[in-house]
């Protein structure tokens, strides 16, 4: 049975809204005001960190220094001699950080492993997840828009553990000398298809018992039913295609009528 926390679940790991109502894309970005003292900690999810301030704010130790993707904000922490950086994850420009804060209990995504991650678009979140599995690990990012891609080269350019790939997710073989098998496969292709386009993934790089997370928006496989009808009918695809789904997590307030299914891959 696939447990639905429909976004409301338990530890949100931070980022409370502020009170005048929630940050949407056109608000001020999240981070702590020029001087204000932060306190950083583990999340639960290793890689992950909980910046606690004003607000507090999910975000990852940066492997570029100096650098911002997407003009989110950086924290800066003093560690001994040295100071820590810490870049601001903003869940209205991530459904992985939106599911994060809706309580997902597996992630997957983790230091030193490898992730497959279909639908990069400019990046955004493929350097996040460059953060958490640092220089031990590696994600390999597909995207199939010219521009898009054009940014998430730039981006790679700056975390060398990220292999960006300009090609269409549907014909997976064609990167078969770029990727290796991996632990977890996430996708957000926004497609009809995504489900199947995950299943193709899986069969060629995802290992047995490997993860998945897939972010579903209602909208683009049927806008005629209710987005509960969508999420369940896409969970019985994954489970004919191979998959075991375990949770299901909605992805208010900061993604409307999405939600993101995890699982385990073929499980021995
Ligand atoms: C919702 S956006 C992804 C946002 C991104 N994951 C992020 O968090 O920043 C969906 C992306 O999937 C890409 N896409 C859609 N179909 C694809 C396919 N078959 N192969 C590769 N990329 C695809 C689109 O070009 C678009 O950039």
């Known amino acids: 049975m696939v447990k639905d ?3 409301s679940r338990g530890d949100r790991g931070g980022f409370r809204r502020s009170r005048g109502g929630p940050r949407g894309r056109g608000g001020p970005r999240g981070g702590p005001r020029g001087g204000a003292k932060v306190i950083v900690e583990p999340h639960r999810f290793p890689g992950v960190y909980i910046i606690r301030g004003k607000e507090d704010m999910i975000g990852t130790r940066s ?11 950086k924290v ?31 992630l997957g995504i983790r230091p030193g492993c490898k992730v497959l991650y279909l639908g990069a678009a400019s990046g955004t979140t493929v350097s996040h997840v460059a953060d958490i599995v640092g220089l031990e690990g590696s994600v390999y990012a597909v995207e ?3 521009r898009s891609g054009r940014d ?23 990167y078969r000398m770029l990727v290796p098998m991996v632990d977890v496969l996430f ?7 995504q489900a199947r386009i995950l299943a193709l993934n899986a069969q060629h790089y995802l290992k047995n018992g490997g993860r998945f997370l897939i972010s579903i928006k209602a909208n683009c496989i049927d806008s005629t039913v209710e987005p ?10 994954l489970k004919e295609l191979g998959f075991v789904p375990e949770e299901m997590i909605t992805l208010e307030p900061y993604e409307v009528d999405h939600a993101a299914v995890s699982g385990v891959y073929r499980p021995s």
């Open 5 to 7: 926390f429909r976004g």
């Open 63 to 73: 492997l570029a220094p100096g650098e911002t993707v997407y003009q989110e904000k």
């Open 76 to 106: 800066q922490v003093p560690e001994g001699d040295i100071k820590i950086e810490y870049r601001v994850w903003n869940p209205y420009r991530s459904k992985i950080a939106a599911t994060i804060l809706g309580g997902v209990e597996q």
């Open 144 to 146: 199939f828009s010219e």
């Open 152 to 174: 998430l080269v730039n981006m790679a350019k700056k975390r060398i553990n990220v292999v960006p790939i300009v090609d269409d997710a549907r014909h997976p073989i064609r």
């Open 187 to 193: 996708a957000d292709v926004a497609q009809r298809d």
């Open 228 to 237: 509960s009808v969508v999420f369940e009918r896409e969970i019985e695809t």
